[in-house]
């Protein structure tokens, strides 16, 4: 089975269908037209399809008669998560609401001053939950991430929609990332990071995960655990059509290694995963 590479998946032309069904029909119909073409692509996207049923039944050792079933429901929840993030793009956020367990958490990393690290990984929808809590927690998420997005898709979406609505700080070799999250922190911002998947090739740390030994990335945890900023775990995922369900843990205040931050991270993933299963979406093998 592949790993992963870096690079978002998708194209221009299947970028522009959705958007335009969004803006002529709205979000319903959008909908209804996703459940067909995410099971074309449960027929047809075998290795994506092989990988996650493999996570189902020799990770969460789900039972054989229901893994079809939950992969399928898999692939339409990442459809929702893509149509939802272009429907905050194009202005039609308003039709999503949230529940935040422990919303307070955040509001008291703001109060402190010293920013926040946001620590998430491929379980729901992290990105529509940062729109939701824009209005109410901070106006300024920076999201560190890898720049491998494919070209014409980036210049697609900027053209089209403004592109993203988050302060993007892409991991350079030259190391000049640390100094843009070094000043976000300085200013009271939030950095957000996706923790859970490693490349090949870079730093690493080995822990067990739901019962096997994976590889998640090193970076992420050392840069929390560099930087004199509180660190959280957060997640989103959907409970039903058009609401969220956001959650953060306890902040991280004390001087921890990046070890001791991974671990616990990781602690949280595995529940999360557990709980909702069918908002894993990383499709490959996450132990090879």
Do not use: C
């Not at 221009?12 to 073409?37: A, E, H, M, Q, S």
């Not at 049923?53 to 929702?80: C, S």
């Not at 999503?96 to 998430?120: H, M, P, R, V, W």
């Not at 990332?177 to 730093?203: C, S």
């Amino acid at each position: 089975m592949s790993q992963w590479d870096g690079k978002s998946k998708g194209t221009v032309v299947g970028y522009k269908i959705f958007l335009n069904i969004i803006k002529l029909f709205g979000l319903p119909l959008t909908y209804l037209i996703l459940r067909f073409v995410t099971f074309y692509y449960y027929l047809f996207a075998t290795k994506n399809r092989n990988a996650i049923r493999d996570f189902y039944l020799n990770a969460l050792k789900l039972p054989k008669n229901q893994v079809n079933k939950i992969t399928r429901k898999n692939f339409f929840y990442f459809g929702q998560t893509l149509v939802d993030r272009f429907a905050f793009l194009i202005g039609k956020g308003d039709k999503f609401s949230y529940t935040f367990s422990n919303e307070q958490y955040l509001l008291d990393i703001k109060d402190a001053g010293k920013g926040g690290i946001l620590l998430s990984g491929h379980v729901g929808n992290w990105e529509t939950a940062g729109n939701l809590l824009k209005s109410r927690v901070t106006p300024t998420i920076n999201v560190l991430m890898l720049d491998k997005e494919v070209e014409k898709i980036k210049q697609f979406l900027e053209a089209t929609t403004g592109g993203s609505h988050f302060n993007i700080i892409p991991i350079k070799d030259d190391l000049s990332h640390v100094i843009k999250i070094h000043q976000a922190l300085k200013r009271n911002e939030f950095i957000a990071i996706h923790a859970d998947r490693y490349m090949e090739g870079a730093k690493f740390i080995e822990l067990d995960f739901l019962g096997q030994q994976a590889k998640f990335p090193l970076g992420p945890f050392i840069i929390a655990s560099k930087f004199k900023a509180p660190v959280t775990f957060v997640f989103a995922v959907k409970e039903n059509k058009y609401h969220y369900l956001l959650s953060s843990t306890l902040p991280i205040t004390e001087n921890l290694s990046a070890e001791e931050i991974a671990k616990k991270f990781v602690e949280e993933l595995e529940k999360k995963v557990t709980l909702h299963p069918e908002q894993w979406f990383n499709y490959f093998n996450f132990f090879k």
